[in-house]
């Protein structure tokens, strides 16, 4: 029996994030807080001992990913399908105008249902694009995937063999990550047996959510209204 592990790690904060404004596929790059986080992350990703370093081609996950890569002294691929989810016409709206212009979507949001009316992806959608690009990568004993907080969940979601309705988890903070081990059982068949849709053998669980270290990564103020933001699935 064998194991391996993966890491999904969130970009670092970008001015955006601190407007609450969604990004979903629009390409804003790092702010200064965003640097500092990646700079404050990759040793932590370094320590892991990764053998493989794989991000979303978008500027704010590329620009994080690339700091854990030179930590890491790996190189870097980049995979357009770990990119965020797309948000239809909320992209680059921020959340008080997405309430005003939107309410009844807004409203299935702060619910945290999926809202597929805003014209964007579907959880399903993200998840199996993200599950795809992951079943192609090549099986080694640590994998670092720099991604999105709605990409992740999707992807941790799929993996944990969970229904795509609620994320359960939750978002995952700036340069935060969720770690999973697998175990691979030879001469047992099927798609991830009684965890999630791993390879052939693989049974998935979530070792840890929302690692990170202190400090910087504190991505915005306290709000009155943190606990729905808790619940959101966006790229806000």
Do not use: K
């Amino acid at each position: 029996m064998t194991s391996r592990r993966l890491l999904l790690l969130r970009h670092g904060r970008t001015a955006w994030n601190a407007e609450r404004r969604y990004q979903g596929q629009l390409n804003p790059p790092l702010d200064d807080t965003g640097r500092m986080q990646a700079w404050d992350v990759a040793p932590l990703i370094a320590s892991t001992r990764p053998d493989l370093i794989v991000s979303s081609d978008a500027e704010r996950a590329r620009q994080t990913a690339e700091v854990v890569a030179e930590a890491c002294r790996l190189p870097l691929t980049l995979e357009p399908r770990l990119r965020e989810r797309s948000l239809g016409h909320w992209e680059g709206l921020t959340r008080d105008e997405v309430a005003e212009r939107y309410p009844d979507e807004f409203a299935d949001w702060r619910a945290g249902r999926d809202v597929s009316r805003r014209g964007g992806e579907s959880r399903d959608e993200v998840a199996a694009r993200a599950l795809a690009a992951f079943a192609e990568l090549p099986r080694v004993p640590v994998t670092v995937l720099v991604t999105h907080s709605a990409t992740a969940m999707a992807l941790c979601t799929a993996l944990l063999g969970m229904a795509q309705t609620v994320h359960v988890l939750g978002p995952l903070a700036n340069c935060h990550w969720s770690e999973l081990i697998a175990e691979e059982h030879d001469g047992e068949g099927g798609q991830g047996g009684e965890g999630g849709e791993g390879g052939e053998g693989e049974v998935w669980r979530l070792r840890a959510h929302n690692l990170g270290s202190p400090g910087v990564v504190l991505p915005l103020p306290v709000r009155l209204d943190a606990e729905v933001d808790e619940q959101s699935d966006a790229d806000a």
